[in-house]
């Protein structure tokens, strides 16, 4: 974030009452009453009063402050449960394709058969990774994901005539989206604890489930990085209950090719196509976040859906859909991305998860023992560590700064004190990975008093981020 003086000193100041760095096309159109087409209280009666600057300032002005972000294209970005990996740029020429980037969504069906093909052989594959036969490509992000598959539990219980389904039991690893997501549809949300292992706890949750469950939303791997052993015993919990277990799926590049929700007992699920199959994502989008479901909860998907039917492609509304979640057939661009992802690994996509896992590992083992693991068992992509007794995450992750990192995820999971979490991802090299680990055994050997004064080197010195968060002032 950048403070008002640079923002200022770049932009604000130069303008000059006037000056254009634009030409726009003559008008053609006749001139038109915007009163009596936009309501008049909602025309403005001054100008907006933006700086008014020729193109080189302007160019200058955003180039300058794209070099003050940390990006994953400037630095390694181990940002855990975000998944922050490489986007090979081969995703970047698919989707800037003009045969797929000229499309418009109103077009007919025979004018797309080609964008048509991309959205059905997705579906295909996600079908095939999960197990779960009934995918949805419309959800735009992964709480988005939730959002969907949550509805069509609902809708599934409403069409059931079973009323009495009133709670959704979230264990307290999951993302923090998966709580909010409960109550959104409605649901009174439930805690279930973990375990020594960092799992659910198997005999709470035996205790917490009834005939008021609608079902269990579980993060697999959950946010401490942690294989959920029991998930199978879970799922039986569940069902013999007859309610749906959910899988939040945002970090499937810790399962492709080695766990199938679906033998695990999972009902519906969502991806983050965004973060497992690589599109760059960061400030919140796009995204997409397909869901995956058992033919039991296919016809609630949303709206539209993309069936075959002999050599042509179109669209189709499942029977009893929950209607539309997003406008149109959701984010294409990601859809396109993730296809060309998986298509370019084609039957090695597991070394993804293989690389991710080895990764991450890899990362527990170098700085165990100077920083504490709470769960020191295999992780997969991601690994939840505790600066040394005495220093704090947040002076360690500011410290990281300094050497040219974006920090890791800190103070998440809660469930975990001073909380670090590492997700190297499968796209980093053995050396970036050893660079960093030195840099972090360097910061836990560093002086509080010199780490509180970090970063020295940034765009802006520490921020108050109590009132950045209270009182966010995103414009000026
Ligand atoms: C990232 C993430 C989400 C949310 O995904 P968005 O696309 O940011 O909405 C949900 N659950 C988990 C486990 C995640 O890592």
Not at 128 to 156: C, D, H, N, Y
Not at 282 to 305: Q, S
């Amino acid at each position: 974030m950048l403070s008002e003086r640079i923002l200022g000193s770049l932009i604000r100041d130069k303008g000059r009452e006037g000056r254009r760095g634009f030409t726009l096309p003559r008008n053609d159109v006749d001139d038109v009453e915007f009163s009596a087409i936009v309501p008049k209280e909602r025309l403005r009666s001054e100008k907006p009063g933006l700086p008014e600057v020729d193109e080189p300032t302007v160019v200058r002005h955003y180039t300058n402050l794209s070099r003050k972000n940390q990006a994953i294209d400037t630095t390694f970005y181990p940002l855990g449960s975000c998944t922050m990996k490489h986007n090979p740029r081969a995703n970047e020429v698919a989707a800037a394709n003009p045969g797929f980037a000229g499309l418009h969504p109103l077009q007919p069906e025979a004018q797309v058969q080609g964008a048509l093909q991309v959205m059905h052989e997705l579906q295909g594959f996600l079908a095939e990774i999960s197990g779960l036969p009934a995918v949805s490509l419309q959800p735009l992000a992964g709480a988005q994901g939730e959002l969907t598959s949550i509805l069509m539990v609902r809708k599934f219980f409403e069409e059931a005539g079973d009323a009495g389904r009133t709670t959704v039991l979230v264990p307290s690893t999951a993302h923090g989206t998966n709580p909010a997501t409960a109550s959104m549809v409605g649901y009174g949300a439930k805690e279930i604890g973990v375990d020594e292992h960092g799992g659910v706890d198997v005999e709470e949750l035996r205790e917490a489930v009834d005939e008021t469950t609608a079902a269990l939303m579980i993060t697999n791997p959950n946010t401490c990085g942690v294989y959920e052993r029991n998930i199978r015993e879970i799922s039986e919990i569940l069902h013999e209950a007859g309610a749906f277990l959910y899988m939040d799926g945002a970090n499937m590049n810790a399962n492709l090719g080695r766990m199938r929700p679906a033998e695990a007992g999972v009902d519906i699920m969502h991806y983050n196509l965004h973060k497992t199959f690589s599109t760059p994502h960061g400030g919140g989008g796009p995204g997409c976040g397909a869901i995956a479901a058992t033919d039991v909860l296919a016809p609630f998907r949303p709206d539209p859906v993309v069936e075959r039917e002999g050599e042509e492609f179109r669209f189709a509304r499942p029977q009893k859909s929950i209607g539309r979640v997003a406008g149109f057939h959701g984010n294409f661009g990601p859809i396109l991305r993730a296809w060309n992802y998986i298509k370019m690994h084609g039957p090695e996509l597991r070394d993804v998860t293989d690389m991710a896992v080895l990764n991450a590992n890899y990362v527990r083992a170098k700085l165990g023992g100077t920083y504490r693991i709470p769960y020191n068992e295999l992780c997969k992509h991601e690994v939840v560590v505790q600066p040394p007794e005495g220093k704090k995450a947040l002076d360690i992750a500011k410290g990281l700064i300094d050497f040219g990192y974006h920090p890791p995820t800190i103070y998440f999971p809660l469930v975990v004190k001073e909380a670090m979490l590492i997700e190297p991802t499968e796209t980093e090299s053995k050396e970036t990975l050893d660079d960093f680990i030195g840099a972090m055994l360097e910061l836990a050997e560093t002086s509080n008093e010199e780490l509180q004064a970090a970063p020295t080197g940034a765009p802006t010195r520490r921020l108050d981020e109590t009132r950045a968060a209270r009182k966010l002032k995103a414009r000026w």
